[in-house]
């Protein structure tokens, strides 16, 4: 059974950075795609960031492109989001989940696809 867990929230200034990891941590090493969401109040849960199992293939929200990059480490079972030039508008709980699927299609920009979800850490930018 997939764990995830997110770290590597916290608070930031407009321009910062931040580094979220996302660690499966019962190490199923299983096959899985990853994606990152955020969620703010009042809100659906908003796509950020995909990628596959190999890590070869990405895709981002328009929001984000140029700005977040998503990886994932060696072993596959971290996957990171670097976020560089924050805006206050990416405040939110952001949350990562997988899926058991070598490779994503359009239906991976929706959290329905996702079978496993961390819990979420906190993001706040302030201006």
């Known amino acids: 059974q997939v764990q995830l867990m997110e770290s590597g929230g916290g608070s930031v200034q407009a321009g910062g950075s931040l580094r979220l990891s996302c660690t499966d941590s019962a190490r199923t090493y299983g096959k899985y795609t990853m994606g990152w969401f955020r969620r703010t109040p009042g809100k659906e849960r908003e796509f950020v960031a995909v990628i596959n199992w190999s890590g070869h293939s990405t895709y981002y929200a328009d929001s984000v492109k140029g700005r977040f990059t998503i990886s994932r480490d060696g072993t596959k079972s971290t996957v990171y989001l670097q976020m560089n030039n924050l805006e206050p508008e990416d405040t939110a709980v952001y949350y990562c989940?997988?899926?058991?699927?070598?490779?994503?299609?359009?239906?991976?920009?929706?959290?329905?696809?996702?079978?496993?979800w961390g819990q979420g850490t906190q993001v706040t930018v302030s201006s």
């Open positions: 989940a997988a899926d058991e699927s070598w490779n994503y299609d359009t239906e991976y920009l929706l959290p329905r696809r996702y079978k496993y």
